[in-house]
């Protein structure tokens, strides 16, 4: 009889656990981007956010963002789209005239899952389209050309409750981190930003 009533709590843990995963929001909303090249363009992200334990409390369950975003965008008559779980901070156009995206490549693990050299300098990657403006490669490091440019995209995530339909430039500048300078590195490309792990290991 115990070992009904234990089957029984499990199986009701496990249908429990299941739920709450299976809870999940997209949400989307569109931001002002003011491009190195003095064009203001609006972007569209898109976010799932799916209930997990909190930061440091893994009993708290509440909705938080997935790593995977999407970043859609028309530039040059071409239409572009990001998916992936890069942290996007900045959107800049290259020389070229070709739209690059910029993120520090320890947001949200990307290089983990990339091979990203762990001691590129300055420490962030530099994602390039295809001509179909879909796939997204990247060099072992950054361009000069890139060094020094301001972010320009919102990394701040709110509740899915709390999302806007549009961010204005305006907005995403009373981000906290914008004026944290703890937080120096991701308002800006800086040319001095190293990888804390290969600093340790040398």
């Not at 779980?85 to 290259?94: D, G, N, R």
């Not at 004026?179 to 800006?188: A, C, E, L």
Request: proline letters at 7%; glycine letters at 4%.
């Amino acid at each position: 009889m115990n070992l009904l009533k234990k089957s029984l709590q499990i199986l009701l843990a496990m249908g429990a656990a299941l739920q709450l995963t299976a809870c999940s929001k997209t949400v989307q909303w569109e931001e002002e981007v003011l491009l190195n090249t003095g064009e203001t363009i609006w972007i569209s992200k898109e976010v799932r956010y799916t209930i997990k334990g909190q930061p440091g409390n893994p009993l708290d369950l509440g909705y938080l963002p997935d790593f995977v975003e999407s970043t859609s965008f028309k530039y040059g008559g071409r239409d572009y789209t990001y998916v992936g779980e890069a942290k996007v901070m900045v959107l800049a156009i290259s020389p070229q005239k070709l739209p690059v995206l910029l993120a520090h490549p320890i947001s949200n693990d990307w290089y983990r899952h990339n091979s990203y050299p762990r001691c590129a300098t300055p420490y962030y990657v530099q994602l390039v389209p295809d001509i179909k403006g879909q796939q997204w490669t990247w060099p072992d490091k950054i361009e000069i050309w890139t060094y020094n440019l301001p972010a320009n995209l919102m990394l701040d995530r709110d509740h899915p409750s709390a999302v806007k339909r549009r961010y204005t430039m305006e907005d995403k500048a009373k981000q906290p981190y914008m004026r944290d300078p703890r937080t120096s590195y991701i308002q800006k490309i800086d040319p001095l930003e190293t990888n804390e792990d290969c600093k340790r290991s040398k």
